[in-house]
């Protein structure tokens, strides 16, 4: 049975959803279709929802939290669990993702594997960037994505200041 809960946080409301084999979803800034159900204190919920909050203060690098694979076609998999060894604070391009699980030529499938991500931050999707350095797409935005990188490297990604 699935659980889930909604909780706020520095960067928006977050909904997060549980088996009891482990975490299969986070929404950012969720819609009317989501909303808490089940075990709302499942250990699984509240161990997520601990460790996002340290993770987004700065304090947490690295999250421990089982993740329920039962959705995920073989290649999603292979490129979200080797998201999972971006370290906290570096990026790795689509290209080196590709080459890493054998398929240099797949980067345009990496990329749609890192948008399907049902589970952005903890698997750290974040952390994919253009060859070229340059920041590309994430299903919450681009400024997202610069935020999250804020968090981890404050240094190598500073926000951006509005010009007006």
């Known amino acids: 049975m699935a659980?889930?809960?909604i909780f706020n946080s520095s960067i928006g409301r977050i909904f997060l959803r549980s088996t009891e084999k482990g975490l299969t979803k986070l929404v950012l800034n969720p819609g009317p279709?989501?909303?808490p159900e089940g075990d709302q204190y499942h250990p699984i919920l509240i161990s997520a929802r601990q460790q996002?909050?340290?993770y987004l203060e700065g304090k947490l690098k690295k999250f421990k939290i089982p993740i329920d694979w039962k959705n995920a076609t073989h290649f999603n998999k292979l490129v979200w669990k080797t998201l999972l060894r971006i370290?906290?604070?570096?990026?790795v391009s689509y290209t080196d993702i590709a080459e890493e699980i054998g398929s240099p030529k797949a980067v345009r499938a990496v990329g749609l594997a890192n948008r399907n991500n049902p589970i952005p931050i903890i698997i750290p999707c974040h952390r994919v960037i253009g060859k070229s350095g340059d920041?590309?797409?994430f299903v919450y935005g681009l400024e997202m994505k610069q935020k999250l990188l804020h968090i981890e490297n404050p240094v190598q990604f500073?926000?951006?200041k509005a010009l007006f």
């Open 3 to 5: 659980s889930s809960i």
């Open 33 to 35: 279709e989501y909303y």
């Open 52 to 54: 996002l909050l340290e």
């Open 87 to 91: 370290p906290s604070g570096t990026t």
């Open 135 to 137: 920041l590309h797409g």
């Open 158 to 160: 500073p926000l951006q």
